[in-house]
């Protein structure tokens, strides 16, 4: 089954502590990106990445961090979470831009909770 | 600054009834989408508009986006309670980047 998998689905930690959210594709898909959903606000893009090794940061980038070492797996890095970082987390893949642009793809989501 | 401002924000109606959302954008962008969500649970995929003047059209569901108003509409036809969920537009800023900005969302509410 086509699917984007995130990885926990739920999460509650403490200021300060890092944390990793996982994402894997099985589509084969080039490009991939993390959101966050808070209400009010619709989603809002953290980072995106057109393939391997290559990432760019979307509308809101700060105090978050990626890495695109393999085509399947893109993996949202908190360093150092805040309260304000407490939120709901998609993470998309497509299959590429330019004329083979088709609609992303999204995961469960991950809710975040930063005491 | 990037607008994606989408009216209403909230929208009740009777079964049977039609209504039209709002997508307008402050930038220059060919590309548009239009996503659905039911109450916790992912976004699904309903439309993708790539040109202007371009419409599609899906069930009781019907998009059209018009690029140089930089507007998309999304209009519903006597609306069932199926179709009670938050819809999302989605403007592509960067041609072929793939660089997305959200609309706020209208959550839609079909009552009997």
């Known amino acids: 089954e086509a699917q984007v998998t995130q990885n926990p689905r739920y999460l509650i930690t403490v200021t300060g502590k890092k944390l990793t959210v996982t994402c894997s594709q099985n589509?084969?898909?080039?490009?991939m990106s993390w959101y966050r959903q808070d209400p009010g606000l619709g989603l809002r893009q953290i980072y995106y990445s057109m393939n391997v090794e290559v990432t760019d940061k979307g509308d809101v980038p700060e105090g978050y961090k990626v890495s695109r070492k393999e085509k399947r797996n893109f993996p949202l890095i908190l360093e150092s979470p805040s309260p304000n970082q407490t939120s709901l987390y998609f993470c998309?893949?497509?299959?590429?831009?330019?004329?083979?642009?088709?609609?992303?793809?999204f995961g469960d989501g991950t809710r975040l909770s930063i005491l | 600054e990037l607008k994606v401002e989408q009216n209403p924000l909230f929208l009740s109606m009777q079964e049977g009834k039609n209504y039209t959302i709002y997508c307008n954008y402050s930038?220059?962008?060919?590309?548009l989408y239009w996503y659905r969500q039911d109450p916790g649970k992912s976004l699904e995929s309903l439309f993708v508009?790539?040109?202007?003047?371009a419409v599609k059209q899906e069930g009781r569901l019907m998009a059209s986006l018009d690029t140089k108003a930089r507007l998309s509409t999304l209009h519903i036809t006597a609306a069932v309670h199926d179709l009670s969920a938050t819809y999302f537009c989605?403007?592509?800023?960067?041609?072929?980047?793939?660089?997305?900005?959200f609309g706020a969302g209208t959550r839609l509410t079909v009552k009997p």
């Open positions: 930038t220059t962008s060919d590309r």
């Open positions: 998309a893949s497509s299959l590429g831009a330019g004329e083979l642009y088709q609609p992303q793809h």
């Open positions: 989605a403007v592509d800023i960067r041609r072929n980047n793939n660089d997305m900005r």
């Open positions: 589509m084969n898909h080039e490009y």
């Open positions: 508009l790539l040109s202007n003047g």
